[in-house]
């Protein structure tokens, strides 16, 4: 499965999050914009697990902004945190969107 992240919307506690994919520059694969409420995904081919585990990284890091622990905890503790949940749930599960489109052959 090839997933289109582009332009779809996350619900984060509440929130509406979205997710663009755009050139980071190679620095780093994902950002969450806290102030703008958009997950940005590195365009350039990625491997989809790869992708889908960038952008579970990033919706921890909506999570933890939005409830608050963001202003609890450190930021290298936070990406620990952001990186081993989304490890665990890629190496155990294969994602798709809830309200993907069903798309059929027949007309
Ligand atoms: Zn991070």
Do not use: W
Not at 51 to 60: A, R
């Amino acid at each position: 499965m090839k997933a289109k992240l582009h332009n779809r919307f996350l619900n984060i506690l509440g929130e509406k999050v979205k997710i663009i994919e755009s050139d980071l520059q190679g620095a780093l694969l994902g950002a969450y914009l806290y102030r703008e409420r958009v997950i940005q995904i590195e365009k350039k081919e990625i491997h989809t697990p790869d992708k889908m585990s960038t952008l579970i990284h990033e919706m921890v890091h909506a999570v933890f902004a939005r409830s608050g622990v963001t202003q609890a905890i450190s930021n290298e503790l936070e990406e620990i945190i952001c990186e081993n949940i989304a490890t665990m749930i890629t190496e155990n599960f294969d994602l798709k969107f809830k309200n993907a489109r069903v798309r059929s052959n027949k007309r």
